[in-house]
């Protein structure tokens, strides 16, 4: 067992953190993504991570995916959320279920970033009870699918040009869950304003809407019913790079809380000499290691052509929660400069909320941890 | 044309080992020294129109990283001189190897080296190597073209700047004020890290006189190294009594990442009253 980097992945890492501190500005207050920022971003082949190189993506394994996201949401949360959804739950699905056409059709624009991806489950009346959507694409008998509803809390939404829509087919009690391609540019498919989000504020998140929007059955995704399987793969690869997320935001909370711990003197001695604070200290780079084992391990199962669904669920349990408890805590060892919007560590914590909350509740997480336990119940796991 | 740029696979930054005289390799990870990353990326620029660019390093195993990741950012070859022969070289015992590796390569139109080192910052490799070539030398070049043959370069120093050309081949050395920095794509380092090779040759095998080499060919080495104390230095700003003394300051505690964003948002939905 080797626990550490190759020297591909060192090389990986470190190019996209001096990229992440030299190109995403830090007087940007929210992290806004800017068209410039995308544009360099793309040259690095970011939106192209796991794409094969036939289609102009980077080709990466999912350990060196999951490192670049970490890097670039320790500077930004907003871009890393961006990288993470365009690659993982937008890319990739249609990289696994896409047909030879779709693949040539989407993936090249995808790969270079001229296209952003966007995945569009949740809805007004359906959050961690997917199923229960009521978003329906019905066929007109002329080659087409006619696609009517809303879809709600879309990360990119606002920039995404290749939009995954799960919505339901057939109809009465043979209604299933399908997954089309919507293009933006449609007749019938509309944005809503940005919404005013705690964190992640850089991220363009909005509202689909489709009103009589006409799909061609092209681009029916995976086979028609097949959504939900669909949704919970994708779901599954995206959770790795949500956990990486999580990891980077907790690092840059501890890095935060590290420098200014050994700037800021009270009772005659840097925060860092007292132990209150190194005990915070320690307690967060700790859970933060902790969390990117967890993160490498399930993407080192999915690299190795086994189940990880357990461990994804874990790895994003897991580091969102230390990414919420080491930005809380940066914030603590900040004072009350740490409440300010003077100092990062406010926005961190903010943009740290969240990923409690997305691409699976953690409450769903511990559900798909538990439900694998009792599968896995009496038989030997090596 | 072949143009040979120059790579040092410097730490990220300075650490020494118990011997308080040497780098501390074991626990740094090392890159490629920043003004040679500007020498590679205006090595890419001129090779686009044409041409063949092979990185040229001395250093250690690990220097192997650094080459690699001139082949993720574009390099057609890379060649580590890697043997014991030639360790603990000072500058003079760098350039003679170099000098034979770029006349093993087969000769170079342009060699391009950054000006200087970060972590021993002599500068003193880029001439000696133009010397022992026996090619004209442009230093601290600021921006560079290349047409018929003759590269015009411009230099800014001590405040002036100057105009020189040169007829092909040539020697130059550049600083990182020419360009921005130029990052190998991630699709780049799988290819070069995956199955990208870099070349490697020995003393033996530029032929090498054993007694200009290493230690033996050094007529400088280190004799001890010291840090020194960081000293506080303060700044005066006089007040003026107008917006731009908050402004010098603003900017001062902003270029220092003291403090990093100059808008603090105002509240709006409280206001000040007074009962």
């Known amino acids: 067992m080797d626990l550490t980097y190759t020297a591909k992945q060192r090389k990986i890492k470190e190019t996209v953190r001096d990229f992440a501190e030299a190109e995403i500005s830090h007087e940007n207050e929210d992290g806004v993504l800017t068209k410039e920022l995308m544009a360099k971003m793309g040259r690095l082949s970011l939106f192209g991570l796991q794409i094969p190189e036939e289609y102009g993506g980077a080709a990466l394994d999912s350990v060196s995916a999951a490192l670049c996201v970490e890097e670039i949401s320790r500077v930004s949360a907003s871009a890393g959320l961006c990288v993470s959804v365009h690659n993982s739950v937008s890319a990739l699905p249609l990289l696994v279920h896409g047909t030879d056409a779709q693949k040539k059709k989407y993936l090249p624009d995808l790969a270079s970033g001229r296209t952003i991806g966007a995945f569009c489950l949740t809805e007004p009346n359906a959050g961690s009870d997917a199923s229960s959507i009521e978003t329906r694409a019905v066929r007109d008998g002329d080659g087409c699918f006619v696609l009517n509803g809303q879809k709600a809390y879309v990360t990119n939404g606002g920039i995404a040009g290749t939009c995954l829509i799960f919505a339901k087919t057939g109809a009465g009690a043979k209604a299933s869950m399908s997954v089309l391609i919507a293009e933006w540019g449609v007749k019938g498919f509309t944005r809503g304003a940005l919404e005013d989000m705690c964190g992640m504020r850089g991220n363009p998140v909005c509202s689909l809407f489709f009103s009589d929007a006409v799909i061609p059955e092209a681009n029916l995704l995976g086979k028609e019913g097949a959504g939900f399987r669909v949704a919970m793969t994708a779901l599954d690869a995206g959770r790795i790079g949500i956990g990486a997320q999580g990891v980077g935001i907790a690092q840059a909370a501890l890095d935060a809380a590290l420098k200014y711990s050994g700037e800021r003197v009270q009772f005659g001695k840097p925060l860092s000499a007292q132990q209150t604070i190194q005990n915070y200290l320690a307690d967060m780079a700790t859970n933060i290691e902790a969390s990117r084992m967890l993160v490498f391990r399930a993407a080192s199962l999915k690299d190795a052509g086994k189940p990880f669904t357990k461990q994804a669920a874990m790895a994003k349990y897991f580091a969102t929660k230390t990414a919420m408890e080491a930005t809380t805590l940066a914030i603590q060892v900040h004072g009350a400069y740490g409440y300010s919007k003077g100092y990062l560590v406010e926005r961190y914590f903010r943009d740290a909320k969240v990923t409690e909350i997305y691409e699976g509740a953690n409450e769903i997480q511990r559900l798909v941890i538990a439900r694998s336990l009792l599968e896995e119940q009496g038989r030997t796991c090596l | ?275």
């Open chain 2, 1 to 275: 044309m072949r143009i040979v740029a120059c790579v040092k696979h410097v730490l990220r930054y300075m650490s020494y080992d118990s011997s308080g005289r040497r780098a501390d390799r074991a626990s740094v990870p090392g890159t490629i020294n920043s003004n040679d990353r500007v020498a590679i990326s205006r090595a890419l620029a001129l090779k686009s129109s044409g041409g063949e660019l092979v990185c040229l390093s001395m250093g250690p195993p690990a220097a192997e990283e650094s080459l690699l990741e001139t082949l993720a950012m574009g390099a057609d070859r890379a060649v580590l001189l890697c043997d014991r022969a030639l360790a603990e070289a000072d500058t003079l015992a760098t350039a003679y190897p170099l000098s034979l590796a770029v006349k093993k390569i087969g000769g170079a139109d342009l060699v391009i080296c950054g000006s200087r080192s970060s972590d021993s910052d002599t500068g003193h490799v880029a001439p000696q190597l133009a010397e022992m070539l026996d090619l004209p030398y442009l230093s601290y070049v600021t921006s560079f073209s290349v047409e018929e043959r003759v590269v015009r370069a411009e230099r800014t120093v001590d405040g002036f700047v100057e105009e020189i050309e040169a007829d092909l081949p040539a020697v130059l050395s550049v600083s990182h004020h020419i360009s921005e920095r130029d990052y190998p794509s991630l699709a780049g380092i799988n290819r070069a890290f995956s199955s990208g090779s870099v070349e490697k040759w020995s003393a033996a095998d530029i032929g090498a006189d054993p007694e200009r080499v290493g230690r033996k060919g050094s007529p400088t080495w280190v004799n001890r190294i010291i840090t020194p104390e960081k000293q506080r230095v303060a700044t005066i700003i006089e007040d003026d009594r107008t917006q731009e003394t908050a402004r010098r300051v603003l900017d001062f505690l902003k270029s220092r990442n003291i403090m990093i964003r100059d808008k603090v948002r105002a509240r709006r939905d409280v206001d000040t009253f007074e009962l």
